[in-house]
Each structure stands twice: as structure tokens, then as C-alpha cells.
């Protein structure tokens, strides 16, 4: 196997890595600096469109995969390092660079993923006709490319809660197919042929019912009064079962829920359903620990130097300790708005949802405690901790599959339109027929 097998991915857009007989014709030196298209600022030398060509031609061999005509393959090529171009301009243009340290650190992590060091990668590069220097510039561009688009496509994805919804819902039985659920159900029974007003007056049952049972009410007591289902005298329970066992409106409310949790009304052709999930089992069980939390927060601003921040911070910070209320300190100073209309409240936090410097002071903190003021990004803190708890985060975990899946799925349409918008607004000249694509 060649370098170019392993490190195939790598070097789909090298720019300017070895070169060859194609277009020999043309290829001699005095037409090899020769300016093919002008984009932007930037040219493209037929140099480097024959070493892009020959690279694509030896990478086309070793898949075993069927070359283009030449003058097909001379246009996608082309098209291929104006993209590029394009791409690495606006990058400039937005102020991304790779620092040498992230270079560095990707150049060995491709040596290591190849079992190689760097020295052997630089040698392996060579044998195959490649410039290591120019390899290197490849993977800096490469590192350009991809981290403006995660700033200019990934950071526009918008995936909205209900798109999460009904992808768990039509693929629920991929999704949670280990799962085993148990249920209780409450029914509502339509006859067949109801008019609007027995159609309304179910609903309205069936809206009061749940109510109870939100507020408390024992849930399989009022199956036993209530519901019409054949299970009713067992309280509505529908045993463990499997998601595929589960009628489909069941399996797609079942696994957004969590244990103890009563479902929003159903309709179904029977009538009206209420679902509440006992418990489940299986899966990718994944516990985690949640903390609440209050803080203050005193930033420097325009008015006040970073200094005066920390010493209004250690002020605020004695008064609590001598007595004064948190929530009223909060209320009246803190400069996170949001948390201080609720006296500091954050609400219940999981890991990484704070920055690491406010989330390691807030781990350290027992229960009841307040911490002395502590840097973050954002400022300095008085953080209160009011509570810790245990709880399942299967169901977060669901939903961050499925946010990936359409992150991936939207991905590809979005960067082609953010592409072509950038193509489109760009300035770009052939200067020879035969590569205008």
C-alpha cells in the first residue's frame, strides 16, 4: 500500500504536490509559470494546475476508479483549486490563521495514525514524489478550509426542537431499538363516526384527566375509573415492552420521556390516550451529576478597570459572609442580568455548560457554601451552591443523536449554497479556454 492509499483523504486538496506528463505538449519551462485564471488577488499558474492534475491522476489510479476525458478532467480540477482559492481568501479576510503549534500537532497526528513518525512520514512523502514542504502548506489549508467552515456554515445550522421531535419519532425503533419501556395508558374512547361535539367533549375528559394526574393523582386509580382501554383494571399497564411491540404513537412518545412522566394527550383512531412511563430499561444508560447554583457576577467595563472589579467583588463577598442576603446583592449588582432578575438563580447546570473556570470552582464548593471571588472570561464570580443531584441523561442523549444526524444531513446542502454565494460574489478570469469550467 502507498502513502497515497493512507493518506488519501489528506491530500484531496493538495495544492501543488508533484508533477507529470500530462499536457506534455504544453509543459515546457517557458509556459510552465504561465497565469491560467486570476481569482481575486491570487493567480493560478498552469505549474500548478498540471502538478493538481497529475496528483488527481495517480489518485483516480489507485482507487481503481475510471479517468474523465482530459478536457473533463482539466474543468474539474480547475473548478477544484478556485473553490480552494476562494475559500482561503475569505478566511484571511475573516482573520483565521493556523498558528504553527496546531500545525505541528496535526502534521504528527497524521505521522502517528500511519505509524510513522514524522521523519518516516517526510520520507514516504518523498518516495512518492511529494514535496514535504509543500505537503505541510496542504495541511494548513486544509485546517483553513475547515475551520471557516464550521465558523461560516456549522455556526448557521439552526436545528429547531421540533425537527429533533419528529426525527426520533420516525426513527424511534433505530434509535432506542434495546430499549424495553413499561406504560400505563388512560383511554378516552371515540365511537365510530363521532360528531365534533362527542370528538370535543372526549378531548376535554381526557385534558382533565391528565391535569389530575399531573397534580399528583395516583395514575393507575384513575385508569381504573376512567379509562375505556381493556387494561383498565389493571390500572391501565401495558407490561414491558419492547419499542417495536409498542403501537407507533406509543413507541414515538415513549422514548422523549422520562420515568414517572405523564404524556401530553394522544389521538389515535380509538379515541384519546394518556401515557404514563413507569420506567424503562436497557439502552445506553448514562447517569450524570447536576448542580444548582446562584451567582454575582462584576465585570470590568468601560467605567470600571479590572481591579475595581475584583475589589468590588471582595467587598459584596464580605457582606454575604457577614449576613447580607445573596439573592438582594445579586438583584441589585450583578452584571449577568438574566440570573440576577432571579436573585442569582442559574438553575440546575450539567458538565460543560459553564465555562471550565466558573464550572471547577462550582464542582469544588460543598453544598450551602459560597466561594470567594473567581475569574472567568466573563469576570469575577461569588458563586452559591444550593443543591446537587443524580439523574438520567438518556433521554439528553437521544436528542444529541438526533441533532447530529441533522447536523450531518444539513451540512452538505448548506456549505454547497454558502459555496456558491462565495463564488458568485467573487472575482474570477480565465486567462486560457480550456480550463473555464
Known amino acids: 500500500m502507498t502513502i497515497f492509499n493512507v493518506l488519501g483523504a489528506a491530500l484531496a486538496l493538495a495544492l501543488s504536490l508533484g508533477t507529470g506528463p500530462v499536457w506534455a505538449q504544453e509543459s515546457s519551462d517557458q509556459f510552465m509559470d504561465r497565469i491560467v485564471a486570476v481569482v481575486g488577488e491570487d493567480v493560478i499558474t498552469q505549474r500548478e494546475l498540471v502538478d493538481r492534475i497529475e496528483l488527481t491522476r495517480q489518485q483516480l489510479a489507485q482507487r481503481g476508479v475510471g479517468m474523465p476525458n482530459r478536457d473533463t478532467l482539466i474543468r474539474q480540477v480547475m473548478e477544484r483549486i478556485v473553490l480552494e482559492r476562494i475559500q482561503l481568501q475569505e478566511a484571511q479576510r475573516v482573520g483565521i490563521d493556523i498558528d504553527e503549534l496546531t500545525l505541528n500537532q496535526t502534521m504528527e497526528n497524521i505521522a502517528a495514525e500511519n505509524g510513522l513518525t514524522l521523519f518516516q512520514l517526510r520520507d514516504a512523502l518523498q518516495a512518492e514524489g511529494i514535496d514535504f514542504n509543500n505537503f505541510r502548506q496542504q495541511i494548513r489549508d486544509e485546517l483553513t478550509i475547515a475551520q471557516l467552515r464550521r465558523r461560516q456554515v456549522d455556526n448557521r445550522l439552526r436545528i429547531g426542537d421540533q425537527e429533533i421531535d419528529d426525527l426520533i419519532a420516525a426513527e424511534s425503533g433505530a434509535i432506542d431499538r434495546d430499549v424495553r419501556y413499561r406504560l400505563n395508558q388512560i383511554l378516552v374512547a371515540l365511537p365510530q363516526g363521532a360528531d365534533s361535539a362527542t370528538i370535543a367533549d372526549a378531548r376535554r375528559k381526557a385534558e382533565e384527566l391528565r391535569e ?9 386509580n384513575l385508569a381504573i375509573q376512567h379509562s375505556d382501554a381493556p387494561d383498565a383494571l389493571e390500572g391501565g399497564d401495558l407490561g414491558w ?12 412518545t415513549a422514548v422523549l420521556m422520562r420515568p414517572g412522566e405523564i404524556s401530553e394527550v394522544l389521538r389515535s383512531p380509538r379515541g384519546f390516550h394518556i401515557l404514563n412511563l413507569v420506567d424503562r430499561e436497557g439502552g445506553q444508560q448514562v447517569q450524570v451529576e447536576q448542580t444548582r447554583a446562584r451567582h454575582i457576577l462584576i465585570s470590568p467595563d468601560q467605567i470600571r478597570t479590572e481591579r475595581e472589579a475584583r475589589e468590588q467583588a471582595d467587598l459584596l463577598y464580605r457582606r454575604i459572609r457577614d449576613g447580607a442576603s445573596f439573592a438582594d446583592l445579586a438583584r441589585a449588582h450583578s452584571a449577568d442580568t438574566g440570573s440576577a432578575a432571579r436573585g442569582g438563580e442559574l438553575g440546575w447546570l450539567s458538565a460543560g455548560e ?18 470567594e471571588p473567581i475569574q472567568s472570561p466573563f469576570g469575577w464570580h461569588i458563586i452559591e451552591v444550593l443543591e ?43 486567462r486560457v479556454d480550456a480550463v473555464r469550467p
Open 212 to 220: 389530575r394526574a399531573s397534580a399528583g393523582e395516583d395514575f393507575a
Open 388 to 430: 446537587r443531584r443524580q439523574v438520567d441523561a438518556s433521554r439528553e442523549l437521544i436528542r444529541a443523536r438526533a441533532r447530529e444526524i441533522l447536523q450531518n444531513r444539513k451540512r452538505e446542502e448548506e456549505t454547497e449554497l454558502w459555496l456558491r454565494r462565495l463564488r458568485d460574489q467573487a472575482f474570477i478570469e480565465y
Open 354 to 371: 459553564t465555562v471550565p473556570d466558573f464550572e471547577a470552582a462550582m464542582d469544588r464548593l460543598p453544598i450551602g457554601t459560597v466561594s
Open 241 to 252: 415492552r419492547n419499542s417495536g411491540d409498542l403501537p407507533t404513537l406509543f413507541a414515538r
